[in-house]
């Protein structure tokens, strides 16, 4: 029998992964907090579309409520539990799911953060595995609507990366590595850890910029100063990770050391950098997007600016490590998510850090 998968958190990356599950037979069931997506999705069903080179798909799958979850008692138990809610909604999802657990059920963070010890307090390490969804350029554009940015990767670039938290290879980590592949590439890694803090980098490079510029990320990268922050928040991110003893994988395609020497002035390593980064929002619909704390505001919600660039800061202050572009963005992104300022590019381009 098919293992009984939950999707808890319909909506980009849970809603785009989960109904390529659907599309290929598996047993899923999402649960959403969006009344109005979760009716979407009953009546019209969840209509995937791409900026260019994959035809639309719509599955119309099973869809809960957060007040119709306690069902799932008088049911068999779920085998799988993809947690793809926000990073401070992580304690009270796990907590609500975990009890609808079979024995040897798990919980998989398919999510931006480093979130998995927190699901581990409530589950236990032992039913943790982390995934992570790399340049996947995914939003949810309407209730029962989630649009791509792209089309398909393929081999040009491996989306999906599948680890558990010991490093070790196992069956259930590379079953669900087939289940996500469904949706486009993937990988089981045994350097969790080291992807993890990678995609840290990249999202505390473009999300909070994003925020509080209102920019797309074709627009930041064209913008210098814009750019050369960028990559100074990327660098103080790299080192704090190379401090803490991860084995970082490529960031945009590129060795994190460059990354990190061009945040750092080196002349040689940011004309590399440079290059690279407008050479690929260059490129057909590259870049043409907001990353997800972009869309967080302008949508109006809250952003995870704490479980981002906020955990950079925090995790360099418990090793002596400082990380000054990353804790003044954090303070910017909370100033215009409270209203005391408005996104706008001269909040980056007018900053002057020692």
Same mark, same amino acid.
């Given at each position: 029998?098919?293992?009984?998968?939950? %999707?808890?958190?319909?909506?980009?990356?849970?809603?785009? =992964?989960?109904?390529?599950?659907?599309?290929?037979?598996?047993? &899923? $069931?999402?649960?959403?907090?969006?009344?109005?997506?979760?009716?979407?999705?009953?009546?019209?069903?969840?209509?995937?579309?791409? #900026?260019?080179?994959?035809?639309?798909?719509? &599955?119309?799958?099973?869809?809960?409520?957060?007040?119709?979850?306690?069902?799932?008692?008088?049911?068999?138990?779920?085998?799988? =539990?993809?947690?793809?809610?926000?990073?401070?909604?992580?304690?009270?999802?796990?907590?609500?799911?975990?009890?609808?657990? !079979?024995?040897?059920?798990?919980?998989?963070? #398919?999510?931006?953060?480093?979130?998995?010890?927190?699901?581990?307090? /409530?589950?236990?390490?032992?039913?943790?595995?982390?995934?992570?969804?790399?340049?996947?350029?995914?939003? #949810?554009?309407?209730?029962?609507?989630?649009?791509? =940015?792209?089309?398909?990767?393929?081999?040009?670039?491996?989306?999906?990366? &599948?680890?558990?938290?010991?490093?070790? /290879?196992?069956?259930? !980590?590379?079953?669900?590595?087939?289940?996500?592949?469904? $949706?486009?590439?993937?990988?089981?890694?045994?350097?969790? @850890?080291?992807?993890? @803090?990678?995609?840290?980098?990249?999202?505390?490079?473009?999300?909070?910029?994003?925020?509080?510029?209102?920019?797309?990320?074709?627009?930041?990268?064209?913008?210098?100063?814009?750019?050369?922050?960028?990559?100074?928040?990327?660098?103080?991110? %790299?080192?704090?990770?190379?401090?803490?003893?991860?084995?970082?994988?490529?960031?945009?395609?590129?060795?994190?050391?460059?990354? =990190?020497?061009?945040?750092?002035?080196?002349?040689?390593?940011?004309?590399?950098?440079?290059?690279?980064?407008?050479?690929?929002?260059?490129?057909?619909?590259?870049?043409?997007?907001?990353?997800?704390?972009?869309?967080?505001?302008?949508?109006?919600?809250?952003?995870? %600016?704490?479980?981002?660039?906020?955990?950079?800061?925090?995790?360099?202050? $418990?090793?002596? %490590?400082?990380?000054?572009?990353?804790?003044?963005?954090?303070?910017?992104?909370?100033? &215009?998510?409270?209203?005391?300022?408005?996104?706008?590019?001269?909040?980056?381009?007018?900053?002057?850090?020692?």
């Amino acid at each position: 029998m098919k293992p009984r998968i939950a %999707i808890f958190g319909a909506g980009a990356v849970g809603g785009y =992964a989960g109904a390529h599950m659907v599309q290929a037979g598996e047993d &899923v $069931t999402f649960i959403d907090p969006w009344p109005e997506h979760v009716e979407a999705i009953r009546k019209t069903g969840l209509k995937i579309t791409h #900026l260019r080179d994959v035809p639309e798909l719509t &599955v119309k799958p099973r869809a809960l409520h957060l007040t119709e979850v306690q069902a799932l008692a008088k049911e068999k138990p779920i085998d799988i =539990a993809f947690m793809c809610m926000k990073s401070y909604d992580t304690a009270w999802a796990t907590t609500m799911i975990a009890q609808y657990l !079979a024995p040897n059920g798990y919980v998989v963070s #398919l999510q931006n953060c480093i979130n998995e010890e927190e699901i581990a307090g /409530i589950v236990g390490w032992g039913r943790v595995l982390g995934a992570i969804a790399s340049l996947i350029t995914v939003e #949810l554009a309407e209730p029962g609507h989630v649009r791509r =940015a792209a089309g398909k990767s393929g081999t040009s670039h491996t989306v999906f990366r &599948v680890g558990e938290p010991h490093g070790r /290879i196992s069956p259930r !980590a590379e079953h669900i590595t087939k289940l996500v592949g469904l $949706t486009d590439s993937a990988l089981t890694t045994s350097n969790l @850890w080291g992807e993890r @803090w990678s995609k840290l980098v990249a999202n505390v490079m473009g999300n909070g910029l994003s925020a509080c510029t209102g920019l797309t990320t074709r627009d930041m990268v064209a913008d210098d100063a814009i750019r050369g922050f960028a990559a100074r928040l990327g660098s103080e991110a %790299i080192r704090i990770g190379q401090a803490l003893g991860y084995d970082l994988e490529e960031v945009f395609h590129l060795d994190p050391e460059i990354i =990190a020497r061009a945040g750092e002035g080196d002349a040689a390593a940011r004309q590399s950098y440079d290059e690279h980064r407008l050479a690929e929002t260059s490129k057909g619909g590259g870049g043409a997007h907001r990353p997800s704390m972009g869309q967080d505001m302008v949508k109006g919600r809250r952003t995870e %600016i704490e479980y981002l660039n906020g955990f950079v800061v925090d995790k360099g202050a $418990t090793i002596g %490590i400082d990380a000054p572009a990353n804790a003044a963005l954090t303070d910017i992104v909370k100033r &215009v998510e409270r209203g005391d300022a408005k996104p706008s590019p001269e909040l980056i381009r007018g900053l002057r850090l020692n």
